[in-house]
Every structure is written in structure tokens, then in C-alpha cells.
């Protein structure tokens, strides 16, 4: 049996991390109570970072809340910009090259867990999120041929003898004449 060698595109490595982070946002007026908080716009970019993988990010952070007793209400927003790292094993003594694809995916989007406040004014937060990280490069596979090539099938034209018996009776041999 012989062997060809194929050079395709590969999931060369693969994985998830959770991530759970705490924040605080101070406001000018003393909250009361934290009427709801919620996270939009999440946006990020994967890339090589030495031997690991490289996420950065942004999402927006939105908590609304009371204040002066509970009668009036406001909304406060933060940006939150993150960079987080992956140790990411590479299958089968694969490289991650410059010609490698990173593919990062929200397997959990960014969410507000837990939210409180402090004696300060301050609203302190937490916000979870899964990341899933695949790393696509060039891989080699091989994979086995049969040596002996399959037999032609004989196709059967609808010409019969009848037929090539009249072309070459229509031939006309002389068809090149001497004009001397």
C-alpha cells in the first residue's frame, strides 16, 4: 500500500478559560439601591504573545440605580478594556507560526454576577466571561492509495458498422488533383 502526503488547514490547538473580575465605579450621588446592571458591546481580537495566546477586549458596563431614597434614578456607564492570556497546549508538536489563524469566541458572554454597595459611594461589581481560543496552522496528513488503478469502463458509442462502412465508401480518395 502506498502513502500520499496532504498539507491542509487544522485545528492544531484548542481551549476555554473562565475569567472572573471585580470592578468599582464611583458616583457623585450617594446610590441607594442598584435597580440593574448589564453588559453590551463586547468586542475582542486574538494574537501570538512569545509561547502564549492573546485576547484584548472591551465591553460596556451599564448599572442603573436609585438614589435621594429611592425617588430618583440615574444611569452609570464604564468602559472596561482587558487583556488576558492563554497557555495553550499545540497538538501533535505542532508550531504556531506567523501563517497560524487565531479564532477567539464568547463561550459565555461578559455578565454581571454580583453587584453592591459600599459606604463610599462606590458600586462594586463583578463580571464573568468564557473564552474559547483555536488556533488553525498548516498541518500534514497522510493518508493511503491504492496502487492498482480501477479499470476503464468500456463505453459503447451508438455508431454501428453499418455507419463506418458508408463514411469510408463516401471518402473520395482523389480528392487532390494535378492541374498540369
Known amino acids: 500500500m ?38 453590551i458591546n463586547h468586542k475582542f481580537k486574538g494574537y501570538k504573545s512569545g509561547d502564549k495566546i492573546g485576547v484584548d477586549g472591551s465591553y460596556d458596563v451599564n448599572i442603573w440605580y436609585s438614589y435621594e431614597g429611592d425617588s430618583k434614578t440615574a444611569v452609570v456607564n464604564k468602559k472596561i478594556e482587558y487583556k488576558d492570556e492563554f497557555n495553550l497546549k499545540v497538538k501533535d508538536n505542532n508550531e504556531v507560526n506567523e501563517d497560524s489563524e487565531i479564532i477567539v469566541r464568547s463561550l459565555s458572554q461578559p455578565n454581571c454576577v454580583k453587584v453592591n454597595i459600599d459606604d463610599n ?60
Do not use: M, Q, R
Open 121 to 180: 459611594n462606590n458600586i462594586n461589581f463583578d463580571i464573568e466571561k468564557e473564552l474559547g481560543v483555536e488556533i488553525v496552522g498548516e498541518k500534514k496528513i497522510k493518508i493511503a492509495i491504492e496502487d492498482d488503478e480501477e479499470p476503464w469502463d468500456l463505453l459503447d458509442d451508438d455508431i454501428t458498422e453499418d455507419d463506418l462502412k458508408e463514411i469510408d465508401e463516401e471518402v473520395n480518395t482523389d480528392y487532390i488533383k494535378d492541374d498540369k
Open 2 to 39: 502506498a502513502f500520499k502526503e496532504i498539507v491542509t488547514k487544522a485545528v492544531i490547538g484548542k481551549g476555554k478559560k473562565h475569567f472572573k473580575n471585580s470592578y468599582t465605579l464611583t458616583t457623585e450621588i450617594k446610590p441607594t439601591t442598584v435597580l440593574g446592571a448589564w453588559v
